[in-house]
């Protein structure tokens, strides 16, 4: 069965810190990871990574994705109140139209 | 600014009764995908298409949850009859489903309450 497993759950930082957010995977005949963040609504997409080793970066977000370890980091540097929110990363499954399997999502919370 | 369209916003229904959410998906995207999303599950996939052919609906309840693409601009997705434990957001996202950048775009959901 394809997991996608998030760590952590949550975490509760401040305003100026750092965030290093943790995805990781097993799946069947993977094609991309994505990372979202949602906020009050619909998920928005972030970053899609196909190759391993290249960092996709805007602005204070970066991600970077391992696929001989099978996982990706997203990190948020000089957090700001605004980047509170839900990061969830997907895996995009070659298979059958490329199913998009999410994980549970990581709760950041940034204290001003 | 494309984007996918949900309606309703919000629905409120008793025990029973049949309840359809509907879904346009961004002009020109092939692939369209329902998840629920609750605080205990997280993002649950239901069902998916590619070019308004079902792909996979194995995370539905087929009992009583059925999804139809109609046409390249409507999916929709039923639940008949609903129960207390359907309540959750139903999300609705498409896109092009060939790994371009761009990734999925979500709608902003059907936030659906079964009392």
């Known amino acids: 069965e394809d997991k996608v497993v998030q760590s952590p759950l949550s975490l509760v930082v401040h305003e100026g810190d750092t965030v290093t957010l943790n995805c990781s995977y097993e799946?069947?005949?993977?094609?991309?990871l994505l990372w979202y963040k949602q906020e009050k609504k619909a998920p928005t997409f972030l970053f899609m990574l196909?190759?391993?080793?290249i960092e996709k970066k805007s602005g204070r977000l970066s991600s970077i994705l391992d696929k001989k370890e099978l996982f990706s980091i997203l990190n948020i540097t000089a957090t700001q109140t605004g980047d509170s929110a839900i990061y969830l990363c997907?895996?995009?499954?070659?298979?059958?139209?490329?199913?998009?399997?999410f994980g549970g999502g990581t709760r950041v919370l940034v204290k001003p | 600014d494309a984007r996918v369209t949900q309606t309703p916003r919000h629905k409120v229904t008793e025990m029973g009764q049949e309840v359809t959410m509907r879904c346009q998906p961004i002009?020109?995207?092939?692939?369209v995908f329902w998840y629920r999303q609750t605080m205990m599950q997280g993002l649950e996939l239901l069902a998916y298409?590619?070019?308004?052919?079902?792909?996979?609906d194995s995370g539905m309840p087929k009992d009583r949850f059925s999804a139809e693409m109609p046409d390249a601009t409507l999916a929709t997705l039923k639940i008949q009859p609903s129960e207390p434990r359907d309540s959750a957001v139903y999300f609705c996202?498409?896109?092009?489903?060939?790994?371009?950048?761009?990734?999925?775009?979500f709608g902003s959901g059907t936030r659906l309450t079964v009392v």
């Open positions: 996202a498409s896109g092009l489903g060939t790994g371009v950048g761009y990734g999925y775009t």
């Open positions: 799946v069947t005949n993977f094609r991309s």
């Open positions: 196909t190759s391993s080793g």
């Open positions: 997907a895996v995009e499954i070659k298979a059958a139209g490329n199913k998009l399997t």
């Open positions: 002009l020109g995207h092939n692939t």
């Open positions: 298409f590619r070019n308004r052919a079902p792909l996979d």
